[in-house]
């Protein structure tokens, strides 16, 4: 380890339990309400994706939301730097 | 007019039961009529911390089933006389609390003429922790400031908005506070610990109460006194704050930091 790394500041673990809370419940909250399936679709959506492509299962949202009066599924996946050239 | 107030969390061992109790003693030493209910089936252990546990002859389910009268099983504080405690049953039966009975056991206590109902809720998300805040008017969340009490924070935030009486019906919700107890301010300064204003942001919500946490806690539990009866515990004076927010007064958090030390101690340590 340098000296320099002795002085950088590492995030405390109080701001990590922070951030990754402020992430979770954001993402709970996201799906709270709607259909029991959604949890199920989205890891077999994965499933789907990972016969074709590596991708993190954090790269896959789904979400359900309103527009002009129906309901719209939205699905984003990510994909790897690699795979997109 | 009864209010009806349901101590949750989701989490289990983060406090419901200490806070329950300090919270009912708290109300009832300002003269309102309080009933605190033990919905923790099978594991009854406010009883035990409100010190009255040789004392229970009949319980919550006994009512339900018709085995005796509400009159009967309330059990009368000895200390503070317009505090009742209705204990939870050892039964293995998680069904025998049932919506309509605990509408019934709620109802006659309304009639009775008590300013507030305490339910002291289970953990978990599951039937006896839905009873518990289902009729509820008002929630005190209690959460420590760790992960996973957090978490299960917002997931019983998420059932209070959805799965209880005044959500169904919409006129207003349950409403809700937080509770943040076991809260040590030397770890929160060392960054260790998140602070009363790292959870409030991520739940969103406004803060009745930070309680210390605090060795009192446990000798009250061995003496079967609630806590907030140790006038000399800082962890009392943080529950009748918490009491008094609840009735509707401002006051400034106190305990959110370290208590000084003295020059000696500092400089010998201990
Ligand atoms: N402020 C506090 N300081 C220290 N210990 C506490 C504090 N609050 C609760 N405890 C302890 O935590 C444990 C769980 O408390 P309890 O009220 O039974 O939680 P719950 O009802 O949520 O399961 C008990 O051993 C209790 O003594
Ligand atoms: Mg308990």
């Not at chain 1, 500041?9 to 709607?34: D, F, M, N, W, Y």
């Not at chain 2, 299960?152 to 919700?173: F, H, M, P, V």
């Amino acid at each position: 380890m340098g000296l320099l790394a002795l002085f950088r500041r590492t995030p405390s673990s109080a701001s990590v339990a922070k951030e990754r809370l402020r992430i979770i419940v954001a993402q709970e909250r996201s799906v709270r309400g709607s259909p029991d399936y959604l949890p199920l679709l989205r890891r077999e959506i994965l499933q789907v994706i990972h016969k074709y492509v590596n991708v993190d299962p954090e790269a896959v949202q789904i979400n359900l939301g309103q527009e002009e009066g129906h309901e719209v599924l939205e699905l984003s996946v990510a994909l790897p730097e690699k795979t997109r050239a | 007019m009864t209010e009806i107030i349901v101590v949750t969390s989701g989490k289990g061992g983060v406090g419901k039961t200490t806070t329950s109790a300090s919270v009912a003693c708290g109300l009832a030493r300002r003269g309102k009529r309080v009933a605190v209910v033990d919905f923790d089936i099978g594991l009854r252990n406010l009883d035990l911390i409100m010190g009255c546990e040789r004392r229970v002859v009949y319980d919550f389910v006994n009512v339900i089933q018709g085995d005796c009268t509400l009159k009967q099983a309330l059990i009368k504080d000895k200390r503070i006389e317009t505090l009742h405690v209705l204990a939870a049953s050892q039964t293995r039966d998680k069904d025998a609390l049932t919506a309509e009975g605990v509408r019934r056991v709620l109802d006659e206590l309304i009639a009775d003429g008590f300013d507030y109902i305490l339910c002291d809720s289970p953990a978990g998300i599951e039937k006896g922790a839905h009873l518990a805040m289902y009729y509820a008017d008002r929630a005190v969340v209690v959460v420590n400031p760790e992960v996973s009490s957090v978490r299960d924070s917002d997931r019983i935030l998420g059932l209070l908005a959805s799965k209880t009486q005044r959500a169904e019906q919409g006129n207003g919700g349950v409403k809700e506070h937080l509770l943040l107890t076991r809260y040590n301010p030397r770890r929160v300064a060392s960054g260790e610990m998140m602070s009363v204003d790292d959870v409030k942001e991520i739940l969103g919500l406004d803060v009745i109460g930070v309680v210390p946490e605090s060795p009192d806690v446990l000798a009250a539990s061995n003496a079967g006194v609630p806590v907030i009866l140790n006038d000399e515990s800082d962890a009392s004076r943080a529950y009748d704050d918490a009491v008094a927010r609840l009735l509707g007064e401002d006051l400034p958090m106190r305990f959110l930091e370290e208590p000084k030390r003295g020059f000696f101690a500092r400089i010998f340590g201990g």
